[in-house]
Structure formats: C-alpha cells, structure tokens
C-alpha cells in the first residue's frame, strides 16, 4: 500500500509564485474575525481553471499545514479545492494534492465520502473522443491515453493511501461506485475507462471484489436488454463487411465435439484460451448500445481470464474463488433477467476453463430446475441454460450429456406419474411450465447431438432406453406445448432413426387449435396453450469484438440433414413437409438451430418475427 510518507517523499519546494491575499493562516483569522474579502479572494483563485500550477502549489503547501483548521465551517473551501483539476498537472503538484488529502482525511472524517466521490469520478476521461467532431490521429489518441492513464494511476494511488488511514473507505466506495458508473447511453470510451478501472480495484480491495463484480454485471445486463438480437443483426446487416463468425458458411460437424482443446473426459489439456489477433478480431458495431456492450464484455473476459490464469497458467484456487462469486452473481442477476443476450457468455466462458466448473455449472442448474421451492420463471430459465448449455459448448463431451439426461428424462417420467388420477393432467403452460422446460431441453439437446447418438449402437440404444415415447405421448402433451420449431425437429430426427414417432400427435395437435375449457373448483377457465415464453442463452454470439474469446470454445450448427435410405419413407416424409416446413429428403435443407427457434405462431418475447430473419437464419 502507498502511506503517506511515500506521496510526502515526491514533493518538492514549490518555486515562487504571484498570488493575491495573505498566507491561509491569516486568511482564516480575518475571516474568524468577520472579514471575508481575503477569503472570497481565495476561493475565487482556487475556483479559476487557469490557475497555474506554481499557485496551486503554494496554496497546497499552506493548507496541509492547517488541515485541523478546515472545520465544518470551511467545507465550501474544499469543495472548491476538490474540484480542482490536478491529476494532469507536474508530479509535485500531484503529490502535493495527494498529501493534502490524505491529512485533510486522517483529521476530518466527515470529509471522507466528498474526497472519495472526487476519486470515483476521477475514473471518467476527462476527455471523450466521440464529443469531438474531428477525426483523431494516432498521434494525438496515443498522447490522450497517456494522459489518461497518468491520471487514473494518480487516483488509484491516493484512494490506496486513503483507504490506508480511513478504515471505512471500503464501505462508503462501494456506495459511490454504483452511483458514479456511467449511463447506459454514455459512449464506450467511458464504459470502457470507468469498468477498467473498478476492476483495477478488485485488485487491491479483493474483500470487494464480489460486490463489485455484481455491480459491473448489473450494469451490463441492463445494456444488454437493451440490444436484442435482431436489432443487432439488421444493424450490422448494413456493414457489408462485417464478419460474423456466427453467420460464417461452414459445415457443423458434429462427429469432432470432443476432439476439441477443451475435454471433460479427464484428459488433462491447456485450459488457456486461444485468441486470434488476427481477421477475427472486428471493429466497432453499428448498433450503439451493441457496441458498448461489446467493449465491455471484452474487458470483462480478459479480466477473467487473466484471474483464472496468473503468470499465463491456469490455477484452480483462484478460479474457484472467482467462480463461486459469479455464481452467485449468476444466480442473482443474470438467471431471473429474461432475453439476455451476452453477458451470460461470462460463465460459459469460466466453464471451458476446467471440467469440474463446467460440472458446477450443470449441478447448479439442476438443481434449480427441479428445486420446487423455486419460482416457475427461474425453473424454466435454468432448463433453457441446461440446453443451451450442453448444445452449444464445444468443451462438454458426449458423456455429460448422457448424465444430464439421466437426471432429466427420470425427473419428467416421475412427474408424469404424479399426473396420474390428477384434476389437473392437462396441458396448461401456467400449471406446468417447468415440465414443460425441461422436455424441451431434452428434446433440443437431443437433436442438436443426435450424430453422436446415433453414431453408435450402444448410444442409440441408450436413447430407446429413455422411453422419450411415454414422454410424447402423456396427457401433458408436450409437443403441444413446446416451441413448433424444435418440435417439428425432434419430430423429424426421431423418426429419421426410428426412435420415437411423433407425427401422430402433431396431427392432433393440429386439429385441435382452440383454447381448451377446463372445470374445477367450482370454476371454469381457459388453459394456457401458447409456446413456452422462453429463449436460448447461448444462441449466437454477435458482438464483433469480444467473440474472439467465444469462437474457439462455441459448436454451431449448419449441419444438413442425412438423406432418407428409403424412398418410400422418403415419399411420407414429403407428404409430413406440410407439418414440419423442412424437406427431410432435401440434402439442402437443414436443421434451423442456428438461433432460438421463432415463427409467427411462436410467443417468444425478446424476438423479432419478421420475414426478413427467418429468411436469414432458416434458409
């Protein structure tokens, strides 16, 4: 920690300046006296901004001297004295200003909360390139970050001395981070500036770390609702340029998932992160908040990754440290926030890190899912993450999902059985949203790994050995219930292998699309057939810049479809096109799963349905 005596030895002997008025201590007798006019006259050269340095420092010099006398009575004289710019100014005025502090704190505690707002807004750019009509050289953007970066050391190192001498700064920072960060509609530099430097100070208040975590995801979730997907797609859609890893023309092959760089099988490889620096990395993003929140997910991987990896190698202390806080902050704030795009890429990314955090993740999840003290809202939202989840992450082999299955399909068996006899065994989203959830996750997981399942006969006899028949054709009747999109593939994968034949039921589903009237309690009421209102949270990762971080750990599907082996097979399964809108026999037709499946008919709040992304992600 810097003491006060370190910034005391960096001031030098201020050399003569021209001022106005007496030294401080007769200024402050006069004005004990009753006379002001010295005292005005002072705060009026403090309060000038062309105040010259060769002043400041006299008047330093003074004040520390004096500091039991900066009572109460004079807090208009530090008001005026904190408002002084002096982060840029010659190192003896910086360390002069520094030692003014310091003394100002360790005699008048009351000052504490207004010396260390200063600091916090301390961490904004004084200057912010995108309030500047002209275009700024290199030259002159390499002189503003040192300038800035000059200042921000200065600030981190005098709340340093402070938090020494004050033992409730800790307390009282907090409080004013949170009300000095940014707005949402603040430029990126700014984001950029203020979240690098909270986390600056994670690293010597680690006792703060978590709440300041907490904060930081608050804060960038909130801008992350507020860049939905499609508003991002149909911005970036106008930078012809614009390369999206997510939008790429390759072939998903579903046969190398575990041959990866990230296992969970037990074989011990590098956990660190493969980062290209090279085309991948993109530019800023044409949707203004999209781009905000990119800046800052960049920052925020980096800082994770740099924790989790000291001196370049990965430690499983201090990932686990850092991994029980964002849990907790997981669960908190990002779990119940409904149509978050990005900011949950954070955990995914800690979980490529090691198995055993990935494992954490799931056990949490479903634990969650199947907690009935838990509210339905937050059940769901655990069983879309277990989909998502498992679907889209490279590093998770094969044999997790075979787990997390095994703790699935046992749970949606046992709760068919406890319908048995019940008043209430009818399909209704509001009676039985959780269950619901939870079949669709088996059912989208399942036809995004169905290669691996199918690959082998012991893993397809697996698959039989779920009875995913029973689940299809129980009086809850999922499929009527599930999203249409991941039904129709379920349907056509299933069929396809021959393991499970849904058709029949979508027919009847087809044919009865009015509301169903039920009876009980003495009451009558309309059940809730509409499509899960739930989303995928790790649907393609859009954000030009941080996904550097998240393409090498993140499975895409394009995959087509094999072609039917029997033409007859091939001639009903034309006739069912009329259900399902995909053409199983075309080999140019695939699986829509690029992004959370949407339709016209589909209620999925956060989700644009227009032609124009259907015709982007489905053809």
């Not at 053409?583 to 829509?592: A, I, K, Q």
């Amino acid at each position: 920690m810097i003491s006060e005596d370190d910034i005391l030895s960096h001031v030098s002997v201020s050399p003569k300046a021209v001022r106005f008025g007496g030294d401080v201590n007769s200024i402050f007798t006069s004005l004990r006296q009753g006379y002001h006019k010295d005292y005005d006259l002072l705060l009026h050269q403090l309060a000038d901004p062309d105040l010259k340095s060769s002043n400041l420092l006299c008047w330093l010099q003074e004040l520390r001297n004096c500091t039991s006398k900066l009572t109460r009575e004079l807090e208009h004289l530090v008001a005026v004295l904190l408002k002084v710019e002096w982060t840029t100014r010659e190192a003896t005025v910086t360390a002069e200003y520094q030692a003014f502090l310091t003394s100002l704190v360790s005699a008048h505690t009351f000052y504490l909360k207004a010396v260390i707002r200063m600091l916090v807004k301390n961490f904004l750019p004084k200057i912010n390139p995108a309030d500047d009509d002209s275009v700024e050289d290199e030259e002159e953007k390499e002189m503003r970050e040192k300038v800035e970066e000059r200042s921000f050391e200065c600030t981190h190192t005098t709340l340093k001395a402070i938090i020494r001498i004050a033992p409730l700064a800790p307390t009282v920072l907090v409080s004013l981070l949170s009300e000095n960060f940014p707005y949402m509609n603040k430029e990126s530099h700014m984001q950029e500036c203020y979240l690098k430097n909270l986390l600056e100070i994670t690293l010597y208040l680690p006792n703060l770390r978590s709440k300041i975590l907490e904060l930081i995801v608050d804060k960038m979730i909130k801008i992350d609702v507020h860049a939905p997907k499609h508003e991002v797609e149909e911005a970036e859609m106008e930078d012809e340029d614009d390369d999206d890893f997510m939008e790429e023309d390759m072939q998903f092959d579903m046969d190398g998932l575990e041959d990866t760089n990230h296992c969970m099988d037990g074989t011990k490889k590098d956990s660190r992160i493969e980062v290209d620096d090279g085309e991948d990395v993109g530019g800023p993003m044409n949707h203004e908040m999209a781009d905000r929140l990119d800046v800052m997910m960049s920052v925020m991987l980096q800082y994770v990754h740099t924790v989790c990896h000291p001196k370049g190698k990965f430690s499983m202390e201090s990932a686990k440290l850092l991994w029980r806080q964002f849990l907790g902050i997981f669960e908190k704030v990002i779990l119940p926030t409904h149509a978050s795009c990005h900011v949950q890429y954070i955990m995914f990314f800690m979980c490529s890190f090691n198995p055993s955090i990935a494992d954490a993740f799931l056990d949490y999840l479903l634990k969650k899912l199947q907690d009935p003290n838990t509210i339905a809202i937050v059940r769901q939202s655990a069983a879309a993450y277990v989909s998502s989840f498992l679907s889209r992450a490279k590093f998770v082999p094969l044999s997790v999902v075979k787990a997390t299955f095994d703790v699935l399909v046992p749970w949606i068996h046992k709760y068919i059985d406890g319908q048995d006899g019940s008043s209430r065994s009818y399909p209704d989203v509001d009676i039985h949203g959780p269950f619901y959830s939870v079949c669709q996750a088996v059912f989208y997981t399942f036809v995004f790994r169905h290669k691996q399942f199918v690959e082998s006969s012991k893993n397809t006899a697996y698959i039989k050995s779920l009875n995913l028949s029973r689940i299809v054709m129980c009086r809850l009747n999922p499929l009527r219930v599930c999203l249409p999109t991941v039904v129709n593939m379920f349907a056509t994968v299933t069929r396809m292998y021959q393991l499970v034949y849904c058709y029949t039921v979508i027919e009847r589903n087809n044919r009865s699309i009015l509301p169903v009237v039920s009876h009980g309690h003495g009451h009558s009421r309309l059940t809730n057939l509409n499509p899960l209102d739930t989303f995928f949270p790790f649907d393609p990762y859009l954000l030009s810049r941080s996904k550097k971080y998240i393409k090498p750990l993140y499975q895409e599907w394009e995959g087509n479809l094999p072609e039917e082996e029997d033409a007859s097979t091939a001639n009903v399964e034309n006739e069912d096109d009329e259900l399902t809108g995909y053409s199983v026999s075309n080999p140019d037709s695939y699986l829509p799963l690029g992004v959370t499946p949407t339709g016209a008919h589909v209620i999925s709040p956060g989700f644009k349905h227009t032609e124009l992304l259907m015709h982007q992600h489905f053809s």
